[in-house]
């Protein structure tokens, strides 16, 4: 209850600067104008293989760098004066994740959108569930990236991030599938969370709603959710945080 | 309202590790304006960041508006307002809205939680700002959102981390009135940090001294005055205690 307050005071606090919005999926949606009608004819796959892993991608980005946000709420004291209500420390942290799987919610939609227009042709239930897995990963990264943006020295968090998340993307496969690999690459990238995030959500884009991709995935995803939150909270509870 | 013991805080950094406070005690009667003054760094924050809640203290133990500090937190938020030193609002909120989830926060339902932002920004004089970002507000007006904020929920204790710095001497009048007014209206307890002696002098029932993490003097501040000698100030008090005038720490 008190999330959903939270989180609908952010909303409107963001939709008051819907610019940030689309800034914050132009980097996927480069991808997909730019390097996508390149991609779709390289061999290396069509548009169902490349909007999961761009999907992805804005999961990180979008997702991953919310912390950035609370940086600030920190530094102007808005986060003690949070933390001095009887609001639940979770909830605290829920409603920001929920306000930050929203915005990912349409960005994601309209990347999918821009998808079909340019040749993307998957089910509809597949589309669907797949965006419930980015999701899903958008909870976890959003409630991990606060945690560690209340951890680490103020001005480190943003070029530390962006520095671990792309290593992170590369290695999911996410931008050029990872069966093209050469063996030592493949064994790096199957040591890394994304890759089965991007394998289930191409399965689910290929109607493999059962096949051991989209289960490991899927399975990977929520151990992901249920970590990101209890890390989450648990920082929130921190008393320096 | 208050009553702690042995209340104790030490920070550790990479270099150093530092005694805030080394040991206080407290006592805080229902309607008290008690002013806690001391020189810079003596651990005034500290100290009433951890009789709100925010930091754990390192050892002692405190009963805030009836309940226990560290098992029962919760309830104390419930109970206190706490207005602190650095200010509360991002400079990009606008302080209508920020007012109206802080009510929330403390259990108001929409509705309720409007009215009673409504009231507060005309007491205090900002009916005219609510749709603006904090970015665009005088230090004066900023800090009256501060006090807004530690008010909404109409606590019965209230927490004032050096309320008046930024303040004309007209702000400090109003904020001081305002102050009085709220004890006499609801019996509000109002527990103060502040560098400024004639503030204490002006409004406070009682005054903590501390100095280096302890409590050095306490009392009426007409009595500490007279134990000094006719005519004394609380400056005098102030350098008697400490050996050093505030003055001088207030503007190092
Ligand atoms: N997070 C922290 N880490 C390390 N040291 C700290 C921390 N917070 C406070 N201190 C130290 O604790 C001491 C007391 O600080 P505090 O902020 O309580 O002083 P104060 O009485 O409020 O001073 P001022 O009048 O300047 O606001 C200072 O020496 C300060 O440097
Ligand atoms: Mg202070």
Known sequence: MTALIMARHYVRVTMRNKLALVFGALQPVLYLVL?????????????????PGLLVQLGLLSAGMSGFGIVFDQRFGVLERLRVTP????????????????????????????????????????????????????????????????????????????????????????????????GWLDVVSRLTPFRYVVEALRAFFAGGYTSADALVGTGVTLAFVVAGVAVGTRRFQHENA | MIHATGLTRTFTTKTATVDAV???????????????????????????????????????????????????????????????????????????????????????????????VTELLDRLGLTALAARPAASLSGGQRRRVDIAMGLVHRPGLLFLDEPTTGLDPRGRADLWDDIRRLRAESGLT???????????DALCDRVLIIDAGRIVSEGEPEALKSGIGPGATLDDVFLAVTGRALREEAAA
């Open chain 2, 22 to 116: 080394r040991g206080v005690d407290l006592d805080v009667s229902p309607g008290e304006i008690v002013g806690f003054l001391g020189p810079n760094g003596a651990g005034k924050t500290t100290t009433l960041r951890m009789l709100t809640t925010l930091l754990r203290p390192s050892g002692g133990t405190a009963t805030v508006a009836g309940h226990d500090l560290t098992t029962e937190p919760t309830e104390v938020r419930r109970r206190i307002g706490y207005v602190p030193q650095g200010g509360s609002v991002g400079p990009a909120a606008l302080i209508g809205e920020e007012l109206e989830l802080q009510a929330r926060l403390y259990g108001l339902g929409l509705p309720a939680a409007r009215e009673r």
């Open chain 1, 35 to 51: 390097f996508g009608p390149l991609f779709a004819r390289s061999g290396a796959g069509s548009w169902n293989v490349l909007v």
């Open chain 1, 87 to 182: 609001a639940g420390r979770m909830s605290l942290l829920l409603g920001r994740v929920l306000k930050d799987t929203l915005v990912l919610l349409i960005q994601a939609a309209g990347l999918i959108l821009l998808g079909y227009a340019f040749g993307l042709r998957a089910p509809l239930p597949g589309v669907a569930l797949g965006l419930l897995l980015v999701l899903l990963l958008a909870v976890s990264l959003s409630s991990m990236s606060y945690a560690l943006a209340l951890t680490l020295n103020q001005d480190l968090f943003a070029p530390i991030m962006s520095t671990v998340l792309v290593p992170l993307l590369l290695l999911s496969g996410a931008l050029l599938p990872m069966s093209l690999a050469p």
């Open chain 2, 190 to 200: 109002v527990f103060l940090s502040t560098h400024y002696l004639d503030e204490a």
